[in-house]
Structure formats: C-alpha cells, structure tokens
C-alpha cells in the first residue's frame, strides 16, 4: 500500500471513529433520557408494543485482585496468568 493510499484509509477511518464518537454520545443522551424517566416513574420495567426496557440494579462480586496480592503474594503469584496482545493505535 502506497503512502498516499495510506493516507488516505487513515482519513477515512478517523472521520468513521469521530462519527461513530457522535453516533455513541447520541445514543447514550437517548439512554439517559429514558432512565432518567424511569426513575422519575420509579418503575425498573418497561414494555412497548415490541419492545421491553429494564434498569435494574446488578450486583457482582469480583476478587480484589490487589487486596490478595497484599495478603497472600505467594498464592497470587501462583495463580496469575499473563496475556499478550497486540494494540492498535492511531496518533
């Protein structure tokens, strides 16, 4: 691929990046608007003529990785798993 066809995919897909930015900030003010309206109702639940909408709390319990790390080291160190990935980056 030649510098300038280079140049030119780079253009294309910042221009693709930014609308999608635009795209994703719109869809998200909709989001809002909607939860925002839920909550104002005080209802989690939604139903349309073909669609549903929820917003409900989820509660999740994760390990806290750096609480272990502090109080057991050995068995951290023993169960950590290193990854390799390969990043994209446009500057």
């Not at 253009?11 to 309206?37: G, N």
């Not at 909408?53 to 798993?81: E, G, I, M």
């Amino acid at each position: 691929m030649s510098i300038n066809e280079m140049d030119s995919k780079i253009k294309e897909l910042r221009e693709l990046r930014r609308m999608a930015d635009e795209l994703t900030a719109e869809m998200e003010a909709i989001q809002d608007s909607i939860k925002a309206h839920m909550d104002a109702e005080g209802v989690d639940t939604i139903n349309g003529t073909d669609w549903k909408v929820t917003y409900k709390a989820v509660t999740s319990s994760r390990l806290d990785t750096n609480a272990l790390k502090k109080a057991l080291p050995d068995l951290a160190q023993q169960f950590t798993k290193t990854t390799t990935a390969r990043r994209f980056c446009i500057a």
